[in-house]
Each structure stands twice: as C-alpha cells, then as structure tokens.
C-alpha cells in the first residue's frame, strides 16, 4: 500500500541575496504570490538540513515591487545579519501556503508518488527537478536507474493524489 500522508510544513521560498540597508533579502517564491508569506507574521526558516533544522523566525515586513519583494526578519535587520540566511527556505504550515488552483500540485505531494504506465507500477517520484521550461519528475525505476519525465500533459496523465500514483503516457520517456 503506498503511503499518502502529506507533509504538514510546505516550502514556500527561498531567501535570495541582500537588498538595502535594513536586513532586505530578495524573497524567492516557489508560488510566485508573497501575500501567504506577508500574512504568516512567523515562518520556519530552514537550516543547512532544510525543515529538520528549521527556526522560526518573526517576519517585520514584506516589501513588494516591480522588482519582486523582499524580506526582514526580526534581529536580522542589517545587511552583514541578512547575509547569514542567504539561501535557506522557508516552511509554512500547509494550510498557510499559497493555495493552489486546478491542475497545480505541492512539490512535497508529488514526491514519493507511484508511477504508474498502464496501471501497472514502474517507479517511484523521488524529486522535482527545475527544468528550463517545465519541471522534471525523477523517477526511480523499479527495474532499476532513473528517467527524467516532463511534468506536461503530453508525458503524464491523471494524478491521483488520494492514492498516491501518477500516470506516466508516453512510456517510452523512461528507457
């Protein structure tokens, strides 16, 4: 039986390089919309092992632009501070995230899905990788290896999330 249990903590961004002279770091979200993140008013930020070491942290302000946004934590208000976190993600709760709309999935749901050619099990999604126009599913087969599938309705079919399986279409993607 697959195991379809949901993470309760989402990644939801991702702290880019300092901007300004009051803490700033250029706020990178998975989403795209900075409102949820704004609105949590605390947010776990991830340590070098991502959410298994993650603090929270106090948010004092999101600022948005035609640039994109950018974000201050509390005691992190200088640049030299801003500088330490430069890279790590933040985790919300899942019902704090951005929520999605139809045909959208959390990368954290995906993995670990069965994939599934003709109902019959081939593999299992072990990660979503960034791809430059679409992401990737890596997907660790049964008989052995891996193959990269497109995550694009030519390549994958129905996901099923209350089960736990995705459809891979075009089987011929995993030789």
Request: aromatic residues 6%; hydrophobic residues 40%.
């Amino acid at each position: 039986m697959n195991d379809t249990r949901k993470p309760d903590y989402l990644a939801v961004a991702r702290l880019g390089s300092a901007r300004g002279l009051e803490g700033g770091l250029r706020l990178i979200s998975y989403s795209g919309e900075f409102s949820h993140i704004a609105r949590a008013g605390e947010i776990l930020v991830g340590g070098p092992l991502g959410l298994e070491d993650a603090s929270p942290m106090k948010v004092l302000h999101v600022l948005e632009g035609g640039w994109g946004a950018s974000i201050v934590f509390e005691d992190y208000e200088t640049p030299e501070k801003a500088r330490r976190l430069v890279g790590r993600e933040l985790f919300l709760p899942r019902g704090q995230a951005c929520p999605r709309k139809p045909g959208e999935y959390y990368v954290a749901d995906l993995v670990g899905m069965v994939a599934t050619v003709e109902g019959l099990r081939v593999g299992v999604v072990a990660a979503v990788v960034e791809g430059g126009a679409d992401d990737l599913l890596e997907v660790r087969l049964d008989r052995g290896g891996a193959a990269l599938v497109p995550f694009r309705k030519e390549f994958v079919g129905q996901v099923d999330e209350e089960k736990g399986e995705l459809e891979v279409v075009s089987p011929w993607i995993l030789e």
